[in-house]
Nanobody, 127 residues
Framework: QLRLEESGGSLVQPGGSLRLSCKIS????????IGWFRQAPGKEREGVSC????????FYGDFVKGRFSASRDNAKNTAWLQMNSLKPEDTAVYYC????????????????????WGQGTQVIVSS
């Protein structure tokens, strides 16, 4: 059974760092991209990153501005999102999602490209 499980969310001070993990089970990861999304209270879900399956090239939402870095290890069926220089506006539930196709969407927030989702992990950036 396909399952995605995020972990690593926590309370962190502004300027701090977190590393989120996404463990995939029941599926061989190496042919699909992994997306990261987030949703803050009262706001729409937005795309954070998408990392391709083949080259491992990652794409990011404009708000990331070099602060986040996505990575993956297909052998471990795991993906990560390293988040640095966190800001209060980064507070949200973060989700990982498995791509339904072999490529990332042109629009990073296009969730229709992703068919399976984790339950999310809470990130709170606050002093």
């Amino acid at each position: 059974q396909l399952r995605l499980e995020e972990s690593g969310g926590s309370l962190v001070q502004p300027g701090g760092s977190l590393r989120l993990s996404c463990k995939i089970s029941g599926f061989t990861l190496e042919t699909r991209p992994i997306g990261w999304f987030r949703q803050a209270p009262g706001k729409e879900r937005e795309g954070v990153s998408c990392i391709t399956s083949s080259s491992g090239r990652a794409f990011y939402g404009d708000f990331v501005k070099g602060r986040f870095s996505a990575s993956r290890d297909n052998a471990k069926n795991t993906a990560w999102l390293q988040m640095n220089s966190l800001k209060p506006e980064d507070t949200a539930v973060y989700y990982c999602a498995l791509g339904s196709y072999g490529f990332c969407p042109g629009l990073i927030s296009d969730s229709s490209y992703f068919g399976s989702w984790g339950q999310g992990t809470q990130v709170i950036v606050s002093s």
